[in-house]
């Protein structure tokens, strides 16, 4: 959801002035009267997670870091009446900040590092150029999604342009949670992506290897058909959305393809805590997130939900196992949701297929809801209607529980930290409203499926 500030509190905006200041000085003592006596500060940093508890505590960790003058290259901050949001660069050490502030003091500090600002694309090989055609020239770089993949926009002699995408495998943190490989690009060089259903358009023309390491995925520029930030779906368009994804589903079901990512690892790559450890030593966000976020999800959410949903997170192979038993696996797309959706005609453009699954598509269903529902002119269980209509008695009641139950495996942890952590109202009340959905859903379908708690 996107957040929605509102008008800077005079004493926010004070505190964020001083803790610049203190930043860019290199001397955190002077932030003493700024942090209130229990404040408690929780860092996602390279190398680890630090949390310190107390004002003292929390200055001395400050300083090993504010340890000089520095310059402050960047500084974007978003102030509420009882908090802050942050990007801040300090010599080239990038961080973002959440604050909650009551009574012009810092209570609770959370701090996640950041990968430094990307100067420009890596740059279209001449060899990739010549083979898109005579006169094939580059434009301006741009960085797309989470994962920090290179994405490139070339123009052809005739005026026609092309959206490439530059993908390794295991290049990045998500890649590396799925498997290490440029499923996209294997996904097409091993013909999966030309069986797709005629509802579906994932607008790849063709994958080209880079010289240097990996591939370039060339597609058709669908910009004007893409969802973007804002844009409103009607409940009949987002029929569209659940039909072609059924399609694709009823198209490949039963069969064992390459290239795709095991159920299990899908259920907690873009959260689980195996990944906050595996990139430990990294500096992505959405990693250095994952701990301080689970733990907000637990302060959240009554234990016997959050406990249970826990212990899928660290341990999710029963829980694919047992969507695996309840209704058999297919190709599920992985990502499905607003960034990579289109309406074109009466096609449905679907990007990105780089988590495509051997998955559920009750699962996928989840995802869905998880990030989309807040822009559809209709409520979750109609949209749970939608999809059981549109996979045509494909999914039975069991396999909608274990979906349902993977929707907090999957993105519980988002919920818990916007509705713990972030300052802004707004962004609170959007979380609690979709735990409000979400837990007692959650809560009988461990009921009735019987899922244990896994975690004491």
Known sequence: MAATPATPGSGVSAVLERLRAAMADGDPAVLEELYAVGAVLDAGLPGGRVRRAGRDAVLEELGRHWDAPATIGEWTATAWPAGAALNAGREGVRWRHYLQVAEGRITRHWVYAMAAAEGGGRGVPREVLAELGEGARREAATFAGNSGASVERVVLADGRVLVLKHVVAGGDWLGR??????????????????????????????????????WWIAMRDVSSAMLGDERRLTRAESRRVLEAAAALHRAFAGETLEHLCPLADRL?????????????????LLPKQFEAAWDAFAEAVEPDVGDAVLGMVAEPAALAGRLAAAGGLTLCHGDLRDDNLGLEGDRVVLLDWDLAT????????????????WRIDATKDELVEDFLAAEDGAVSAEALDLGLISGLVQYGWIFGHSAVVHPDPAERAWAQDELGWWVPRVRAALERTGMPALRA
């Open 268 to 284: 907690t790559a873009t959260g689980g805590l195996r990944v906050a450890q595996a990139e430990r030593d990294g500096d992505d």
């Open 177 to 214: 949670a799925t498997g290490g490989t440029a499923r996209t690009a294997d996904l097409w060089r091993s013909g999966v992506l030309q069986r797709m259903p005629a509802a579906i358009d994932h607008a790849v023309l063709a994958v080209h290897p880079d010289p240097r390491e990996g």
């Open 358 to 373: 051997l998955g559920a598509p009750a699962a996928e269903l989840a995802w869905y809801l998880c990030h989309d529902a």
